[in-house]
């Protein structure tokens, strides 16, 4: 089977109806975005947004950050996209608030035939802990075109003016080029 390579452009925009995670202090929530397998583990780098200093249960981050995702694998390996919603605290461990997992083949079904300058915006509820949807999450995506080997270090979206940071990707049994946007 031939290797076939898309790169995943995401933007994690903002989430709205969260649950309360701090009782004392204001909610400074962030999201925590990767790629895992079909038994839920691991598989690239985590890439952390800013925390939201006064989003509360509906922040904002428009957050981005990219994958190089191995089509063939995805189809196999049931990989999976998730941003896990943390909210952080300064005297304690940060508390999970939840977590949105979608697979990356319902993705490229959504996605479908749509040309690489179009971006899909989705809504997906946040699974908390004991597996309650509460809240929503708001993002939107792009796939690159397919390519027979992994991209190189993808060009930024937002113009030329933007760096970018190598993260990890998504191929074989180990982890490549994924990379986050940094804010300028």
Not at 115 to 134: I, L, P, S
């Amino acid at each position: 089977m031939a290797q076939a390579y898309r790169t995943l452009e995401l933007q994690i925009k903002s989430a709205q109806g969260l649950k309360y995670a701090n009782h004392i202090s204001e909610m400074r929530t962030y999201a925590v975005v990767f790629i895992c397998d079909n038994n839920n583990k691991r598989i690239s780098y985590e890439a952390n947004s800013e925390k939201d200093p006064d989003g509360g249960s509906n922040p904002r981050w428009n957050f981005d950050v990219m994958f190089s995702i191995d089509i063939n694998k995805a189809q196999q390996h049931g990989l999976g996209l998730v941003v896990r919603l943390m909210s952080h605290h300064s005297l304690r461990p940060d508390t999970i608030i939840g977590e949105v997992n979608v697979p990356i083949t319902v993705l490229l079904e959504w996605f479908g035939d749509a040309a690489e300058d179009v971006h899909k915006v989705a809504r997906r509820y946040v699974v908390t802990k004991n597996g309650a949807e509460q809240g929503t999450l708001a993002f939107s995506y792009n796939f690159g075109r397919t390519l027979q080997h992994p991209p190189p270090d993808p060009r930024p979206v937002n113009g030329p003016s933007q760096a970018w940071k190598i993260l990890g990707s998504v191929s074989e049994n180990v982890i490549g080029d994924a990379v986050m946007l940094l804010s300028s």
